[in-house]
């Protein structure tokens, strides 16, 4: 700071703090923050392992007398072992359809000119600002036509028009920025359009597909109006977020089994989310650059 | 084409047809999703709103515009219609606000930490509602709720406060909660918008003697002014889709004093708890009408974005 | 190794024509450059011939072959791009081998075709790494190697060392020239805005401009015996020295006036229709007395071997003028210079007038 006092840029008044204990405040007021944000979540895991008599009468964070019992409670009593399969089945197959049916769109969008290009385009931003929850009527109603209306595959299918378009957009606009050359180059070697796409193009668009599995992850996993309506009448087939959601209106005291029910049902995606988040940022970066 | 001066060629139009069939058999799968799924449900809305149709087994009559007239003599659908705007306006520009702070604060690539904070911050946005609607409202619960003992504690309030159960405040309490959880996202496209800017415009700005806030007030903040209207309509949008959370948290109660648009369509298409008949048609009518008033907004809104491109450009 | 025939060759974009009738011929075996400013369509020729654009009118033959509707894979010709064009997550030998594994060939075959390109390139140690890992010099011989070994008929070049820095462009340089030489002298089409590097690479050089063949010929023909204006500036460092002169008949013989008044007195049967001057920077001399161009220094460049001094003329004009290394005036030296060796002249469309030359001294 000597130094940089003599220059004449630093007559202005020399700021209070320095870079270095700027940072050091912001840190301590992140973590504090921080700490407070995540509270409820900590509460909850807390709660989930202590008795239901404990859980009131015991605030601390750490439960004196930990028991695993809710547990075993939540995962067979309350079926929640079989909403989580239930769960799991609905967000793999929505992710795998998602991500090939939108990258396969997003390239040929994004790279080639054909008739009825801008019309699909058209289409595509229309319904991006028109919120989706007004449409579960005829949702649904397709889906009792082609028999699918009680039934896990229709809750699996349905899931997957939840951010479809943007899904599209990002691998379009993601396509459309890669150099020409590489698909050219490929064109020389006599590669077909399939093989390009399938051995050139899809293994280079990974920051997109991440950022698509982790974004169509969380849609699935948390996805709630959908299944509740198509499991109203048929509890057998519940996901998690519409079996925690019933256990709450069951079981209104039964609050050890309810918070050891939710953790249960978070668990995997924060999982998912803490080893993916780096790239699902960087990818979702790229997108807005490009 | 410009090939009028060749003669006709047989094998070069052969292959391109196959390449144009083969780009529409790419378009197959997503088209199929988007078709039935996406577009679909927006079109059928609008016939289906003409219909009295009391569940999917049942058969539909046509009814014309009666739906319509009948939704506009309904007080409950003006309250929710209603709530759902105010819950936008309390929402979007506290939760902008309250991420733009955060993701400036966490771009600081030399802050130890950034990325578990970030992470932190997340973790809500990754918690399905379901859960969010159990351990809020225990959290909040007036009978020996963490939240409201700690009031009692530090002498902030002298009575438990009711957040969920009182009419008058549920609503708040419900935005606040919707804030906290998806904050997160927000913070993101932020992030995003932030790695935009070119890490020597803070060097310059570094040698030039300038301070962080100046930097962050000069440099950044008109920098990434054009995706604020970009943030602001994708959180506008979200913040219409709240049936999740108010259906976990209140179901629309108490008397109905939380019941925003979502939840009045699902209340009068399904609801066979009360008894009543399920109204899908009725329910369609008022969806059609209020995605209606939503997609003024949006072309406001986007009249706006243009606006802001204008002015960016003209600098 | 075959040769290539285009005949009347055009593009289209939309209403744009950016080729506007190219004939060359280009025998087996030829290194052939495309030269000219950016814009001037010399990329989208090669790509025309490559087969990633289309042709629309004309006639392209490869190896006496009619192309023009043979899709890029079957022409016999492969390309290095630019940008490298290498596949980012396959290791290189994988980015070598893809087009001929993608087409069946068995994989034994093609390592040893990989193995071979890289041996020829002197990149066998590469084989395993990504690009990401390599410089920019090995991505260029790896995208060279990629090349080899689909051993094609043709290789095409666009701009491959516009990437580089100055001191691997040359070393990259002589080692294109040296592969023309190992692999037997295959037919290679090479595209460049650098005049440089067309002289030291080409068998034979065809300059483009907005579209139009300028001149087709060998670099020392070109540099020699521009046919106009444009590639007599084109070709040569530093670019040749125009003087603008006005002529009138005398007699027999034709006196070209300088801007300044001094005179030159012309010989040959175009003689009269002079317009221009051209003289190159090593074609004038240090005179001493008479001379009929006379200037003050203005800048000196010292390249060590040889020195280039900038003369302002009397009308303002800049002069390059080339000087053996250590005899180089001073700046703001009066100089006397006199013509030597070959000068050029043009007409008034630009176009070169070979008959002419400066009449011997008459004493």
């Known amino acids: 700071m000597t130094t940089a006092s003599r220059t004449p840029m630093r007559r202005r008044r020399p700021s209070l703090l320095s870079p270095r204990r700027r940072r050091l405040v912001v840190s301590i007021l992140l973590a504090a923050l921080c700490a407070a944000w ?57 992710v795998i359809i998602v991500t090939v049916a939108a990258a396969m769109m997003g390239y040929v969008l994004g790279r080639r000119q054909f008739p009825g290009r801008g019309l ?101 996993w948390n996805d709630f109006l959908l299944p509740l309506v198509v499991t109203l009448a048929n509890p057998a087939i519940r996901t998690l977020s519409v079996g925690v959601y019933a256990f709450k209106g069951e079981n209104f005291v039964d609050w050890g089994g309810m918070t050891a029910a939710s953790t249960i049902s978070i668990l995997p995606v924060v999982i998912l989310f803490l080893f993916l988040q780096r790239y699902f940022i960087a990818g979702l970066a790229g997108a807005v650059k490009g | 084409m410009t090939d009028a001066a060749l003669p006709a060629r047989p094998h070069r139009k052969a292959r391109r047809m196959r390449q144009t069939a083969l780009v529409y058999l790419f378009l197959v799968p997503g088209m199929m999703v988007f078709g039935a799924f996406i577009l679909w449900p927006l079109v059928a809305s609008e016939w289906y709103s003409l219909l009295d149709w009391s569940g999917f087994d049942a058969n539909p009559v046509f009814v014309g515009l009666a739906n319509y007239r009948e939704l506009l003599g309904d007080s409950y659908f003006w309250d929710a219609f209603r709530r759902s705007f105010i819950f936008m306006l309390a929402t979007v520009p506290a939760q902008m606000a309250i991420s733009l702070v955060l993701a400036v604060m966490l771009n600081d690539k030399l802050l130890k930490l950034s990325s578990l904070y970030r992470t932190l911050i997340f973790l809500p946005v990754v918690t399905p509602v379901a859960v969010i609607g159990i351990v809020m409202t225990l959290m ?78 000069y440099i950044v903040l008109p920098m990434i002014a054009p995706f604020a209207v970009v943030i602001a309509l994708i959180s506008a949008i979200s913040a219409m889709n709240v049936f999740p959370l108010v259906q976990a948290m209140t179901q629309g109660g108490p008397f109905y004093s939380s019941e925003v648009m979502e939840v009045y369509i699902f209340r009068t298409a399904f609801a066979s708890a009360a008894g009543t008949v399920p109204r899908l048609g009725y329910a369609s009518a008022a969806g059609v009408f209020f995605g209606l008033s939503i997609m003024v907004l949006t072309v406001f809104q986007i009249l706006a974005l243009r606006q802001a491109r204008r002015q960016g450009g003209d600098q | 190794m075959a040769g290539l025939s285009l005949k009347g060759i055009r593009k289209n974009f939309g209403s744009a024509e950016v080729i506007k009738g190219v004939d060359i011929d280009i025998a087996p075996g030829e290194f052939c450059v495309f030269v000219g400013p950016s814009g001037c369509g010399k990329s989208t020729l090669l790509r025309m011939i490559a087969g990633l654009e289309e042709i629309s009118a004309g006639e392209l033959s490869i190896g006496g072959r009619v192309v023009n509707d043979v899709d890029p894979s079957e022409r016999g ?25 993608m087409n069946g060939v068995p994989r034994d075959v093609v390592d040893k075709r990989v193995r071979e390109a890289a041996r020829i390139l002197q990149i066998e140690d590469l084989l395993k ?70 002289m030291t690479l080409a068998d034979k050089i065809v300059v483009l401009r907005a579209g139009r063949i300028e001149q087709v010929g060998t670099p020392m023909d070109l540099y020699h015996r521009p046919a106009n204006l444009f590639v007599a500036g084109f070709i040569g460092s530093p670019k040749m020295n125009f003087i603008t002169v006005e002529t009138r008949s005398q007699g027999d013989e034709t006196v070209a006036t300088l801007p300044d008044g001094r005179t030159l007195r012309l010989s040959g049967a175009q003689a009269n229709q002079v317009k221009t001057l051209g003289l190159r920077a090593d074609q004038l001399e240090r005179a001493q007395g008479d001379a009929p161009l006379t200037g003050v220094v203005a800048v000196v460049e010292r390249l060590g071997d040889a020195d280039f001094a900038w003369v302002r003329t009397e009308w303002g004009q800049e002069i390059a003028v080339r000087f053996p290394g250590g005899t180089t005036p001073d700046p703001d030296e009066p100089l006397a210079l006199r013509l030597s060796g070959r000068t050029h ?19």
């Open chain 3, 129 to 198: 790494r990504k690009p990401k890992a390599l410089s920019g010099g090995q991505r260029q011989r790896v995208a060279i190697g990629r090349a080899i070994v689909r051993d094609p008929e043709v290789f095409l070049f666009d701009e491959p060392l516009s990437n580089l820095d100055a001191e691997l462009r040359v070393a990259t340089r002589l080692e294109i020239a040296k592969l023309h030489r190992q692999l037997d002298g295959a037919t290679m089409i090479y595209v460049t805005h650098d005049q440089v590097e067309a």
């Open chain 3, 345 to 363: 002249f043009f007409d008034a469309d630009g176009i070169a007038l070979p008959e002419v030359s400066i009449a011997p001294a008459k004493d």
């Open chain 1, 38 to 94: 995540i509270y409820p979540m900590l509460w909850m895991v807390s709660a989930s392992l202590k008795t239901n008599a404990a859980i009131f009468a015991d605030p601390g964070l750490i439960p004196s007398e930990p028991t695993i019992e809710n547990y075993f409670r939540a995962w067979t009593e309350a079926r929640i072992g079989a909403y989580f399969f239930n769960t799991l089945f609905v967000t793999i197959g929505s």
């Open chain 1, 120 to 220: 699909i385009f058209g289409l595509l931003v229309f319904t991006l600002f028109v919120p989706q929850g007004y449409t579960i009527i005829p949702v649904l109603g397709l889906l009792s036509a082609v028999g699918l209306g009680q039934s896990l595959w229709g809750v699996m299918l349905a899931t997957c028009g939840g951010s479809f378009v943007i899904f599209v957009m990002l691998f379009a606009g993601y396509f459309n920025q890669m150099p020409d050359e590489l698909e050219e180059a490929a064109r020389m070697d006599g590669v077909g359009m399939v093989k390009t796409f399938w051995f050139v193009m899809l293994p280079l668009s990974q920051p997109i597909i991440v950022t698509v599995i982790v974004m169509q992850t969380l849609y699935a």
């Open chain 3, 77 to 101: 010709a492969a390309m290095v791009f630019q940008t490298y064009a290498l596949y980012p997550h396959m290791t290189v030998a994988r980015n070598m081998g893809f087009g001929l594994r």
């Open chain 2, 140 to 217: 909040l619960s007036p009978f020996n709720g963490p939240v409201n003992m700690a009031l009692l504690d530090w002498g902030l309030t002298q009575r438990t406060i009711d957040f969920l159960g009182s009419p008058r405040l549920v609503l708040w309490t419900l935005a606040v909660i919707y804030i906290w959880k998806w904050v997160g996202v927000t913070m993101v496209y932020w992030l995003a918008a932030l790695q935009t800017v070119p890490a020597e415009l803070f060097e310059a700005a570094r040698l030039d003697g300038v301070t962080g806030r100046q930097v962050t007030m």
